[in-house]
């Protein structure tokens, strides 16, 4: 006699793939608490908040990218360029209200060049944002060198800035803010819908009249748009422009969308387990540095992060599937 | 077959036309010091890259050779530091060994876990990079630690005409590839790799041990990853745990993608991978000859890439009308 209730269980936590990063989430509180004094002082940990700002908006783009099947490795590399060409501007005169649109309008150009090679040219995700991350870091690069644009004194430190009255910082609600529009865009508009069908079957959903192409240009063009929303904060966090802004960010990104609960081939994830699992690295990160972890080791703790939790996603559909199967059987 | 019809017959001409502008806007370019950096440039990027073409011949793709590149070279270093009499072709024999480990660890997880390529190899290319680290301790390995037969590897060579000195590095590079031309073209687990490429379920059903297949090429890749990094102390006289191999992938891949790899899948050969190689490192030094700077080198690989990428798509769609009408 098989067990299915150990297999159904299984499969329940897949529809509540959130449950996972919220209770490490839940976890890595108490570990830290127990390592350091700081980590329970929540002024401390609001503050923090700030740091992650940009890999929070990066995060919620992606996670739209991979639900619908596709991969972008190149934000980081849109963030650097959006970066360099606005500090550029700023210090060509150019008022704070313009720059704004033009930094996300430059963002989701470079997305929709994305969008485009992969929707129109055929050509993997990978293989384009691959390129693409060459190439617009390798523009922001050739326009700065090694050199470094100052912002004017007056935009820098929005990540000392609170929301009046409070002790949130202005980061922080507005990372909740545009979270909460994107999840709202992702299960309650046509084009969340959307993105979904095509993530879950490019084919079948093309054949029922969902514009597919049209799909994947939309979700890379809101990456990048947000990617270039993200490159505002960092100039303004930072006080500098430069070329390498934010390298090797999209590790960490990916790793929060998937550890979030996201199913890397697609169709499947959450904005809300996005979030729990920024938290949960923000976390991690934060012990790790409370705790005198040397950068380049955390880079280990979170290239391991992201291939271990798509292994053990992979096994859980595994079992899951089994138990399906299983059932069917029996009846 | 005309000649010119072959994809490598575009590469070779791209090659000479670089070369010629290059040596028209600056006759430097001519000069035996300028050949001889394109000649020690292109050898640990034609051995990286050959695993490379496998792994994009299969669909995939391995964005942690600069990492497996840097982990091995630092591990190999860690050896002759502590053991200065030790033998070259031991340390070779590790190198290669700590490579094909962790290519192999790539395989694997892309094989039988069923992690797509990218984020296998993303993990791994942070991964291994903070491995350099905690097995260094972030401490550089120098020129003295070295033994002085490895650095003939680069100063010396079989053959020297004319101040141009073709390195033993290069010699071991193309003896390399011509291997692997041979085992690409004659050899079933060669092939193996192309049918996997070309159309992966008709492969399995044909009864193609396609995981074979698949897992061989990460290990392939990891290997000779793993030579390039003995090679990388070879020719720069130093392993340094941040720089050895950083950002090394972007560059491999461009050279595999000039070279003619069709990036999605199923074909490509070693002789454009060479000639991508030689291309790539020709355009790098004519930019140094014309004083261009080399924060302009990333941008040069991306657009390398994109338009790759840009004749692969447009090559396809030619092919699919053709085959239609």
């Known amino acids: 006699m098989p067990r299915p209730g150990v297999r159904s269980r299984c499969g329940r936590l897949h529809k509540h793939r959130e449950l996972i990063p919220a209770v490490l ?26 740091l992650y700002a940009e890999a929070g908006l990066l995060a919620l783009g992606m996670t739209l990218v991979i639900i619908s099947g596709n991969i972008d490795l190149s934000v980081a590399s849109t ?52 390129g693409t991350l060459a190439l617009y870091r390798g523009v922001a690069q050739a326009m700065l060198g090694a050199e470094s644009v100052k912002m004017p004194s007056e935009l820098i430190g929005i990540d000392m800035k609170y929301v009046p009255g409070t002790v949130v910082p202005v980061s922080l609600a507005g990372l909740i803010v545009i979270a909460t529009v994107c999840g709202l865009v992702l299960n309650r508009s046509v084009l969340g819908h959307w993105v979904r069908a095509v993530g879950t079957n490019e084919k079948a959903s093309f054949y029922s009249g969902v514009p597919t192409a049209g799909v994947k240009v939309a979700v890379f063009a809101i990456a990048g748009m947000l990617a270039g929303l993200a490159a505002l904060h960092i100039d303004s966090r930072l006080g500098v422009a430069r070329f390498d802004h934010a390298r090797g960010l999209e590790v960490d990104v990916i790793t929060a969308v998937v550890l979030g609960g ?70 | ?70 982990l091995s070279g630092m591990l190999v270093g860690i050896l002759f530091r502590s053991q200065p009499g030790l033998n070259v072709g031991l340390g070779v024999l590790a190198g290669v060994g700590v490579g094909f480990l962790l290519g192999s660890l790539n395989g694997a997880l892309i094989t039988w876990a069923k992690v797509p390529p990218i984020i296998a190899t993303l993990g791994t290319l942070s991964a291994f990079r903070g491995l350099i680290f905690i097995v260094s301790g972030g401490e550089q390995i120098d020129g003295n630690d070295l033994p002085v037969a490895l650095n003939q590897w680069t100063l010396g060579g079989p053959l020297s005409v004319g101040g141009v000195t073709i390195s033993w590095l290069l010699a071991m590079a193309l003896a390399l590839a011509g291997a692997a031309a041979w085992f690409l073209a004659k050899t079933r687990a060669g092939r193996d790799i192309y049918a996997l490429g ?6 399995r059903l044909r009864g193609v041990p396609v995981n074979r297949a698949q897992f061989l090429v990460y290990a392939i890749t990891g290997a000779l990853a793993g030579l390039a990094g003995v090679m990388y102390a070879s020719r720069f006289g130093f392993v340094n745990p941040a720089t050895a191999g950083q950002g090394y992938e972007l560059t491999v891949i461009a050279a595999v ?37 080399a924060s302009w080198q990333l941008l040069v690989y991306g657009v390398v890439i994109l338009l790759a990428l840009l004749i692969d798509a447009a090559t396809r769609r030619t092919l699919e009308v053709r085959q239609v009408a």
């Open chain 2, 1 to 70: 077959m005309k000649i010119t019809a072959l994809r490598e017959f575009g590469v070779l001409l791209l090659l000479v036309l670089v070369c010629t502008v290059a040596a028209i806007r600056e006759p430097r370019f001519l000069e035996p010091s300028s050949i001889n950096s394109i000649l020690l440039w292109a050898p640990l990027l034609i051995v990286v890259g050959i695993g490379q073409m496998m792994v994009i011949v299969t669909r995939g793709i391995d964005v942690s050779v600069g990492s497996m590149l840097g």
């Open chain 1, 79 to 130: 963030l650097a360029l959006v970066a360099v060409v606005s500090a550029n501007l700023l210090d060509a005169g150019w008022g704070l209200p313009a720059v704004v649109v033009a930094a996300l309008a430059l963002g989701a150009l470079l997305g929709c060049i994305n969008g485009c090679l992969v929707a129109y040219a055929g050509i993997p995700s990978f293989m384009v944002t691959v």
């Open chain 2, 198 to 203: 070309s159309n992966p379920e008709a492969a």
């Open chain 1, 262 to 331: 996201t199913s890397i081939f697609g169709g499947k994830g959450s904005v809300l387990g996005t979030m729990l699992a920024l938290l949960l690295i923000a976390l991690i990160r934060t012990g790790m540095g409370v705790a005198n972890v040397k950068a380049e080791y955390q880079l280990a703790v979170i290239g391991s992060l992201l291939v271990i939790t798509v292994v053990a996603t992979n096994l859980g559909e595994r079992l899951a599937s089994r138990g399906r199967v299983k059932m069917r059987t029996q009846k």
């Open chain 1, 25 to 50: 989430v839940v976890v890595a509180f108490i570990v830290g608490s127990m390592q350091s004094r700081f980590f329970l002082d929540s002024r401390y940990l609001l503050d923090s908040s700030t």
């Open chain 2, 257 to 293: 993608a000039i070279g003619g790899t069709k990036i999605t899948g199923g074909s490509g050969s070693i002789l454009g991978v060479v000639l991508g190689c030689f291309l790539l490192g020709a355009i790098n030094v004519a930019l140094a000859v014309l004083g261009i700077e």
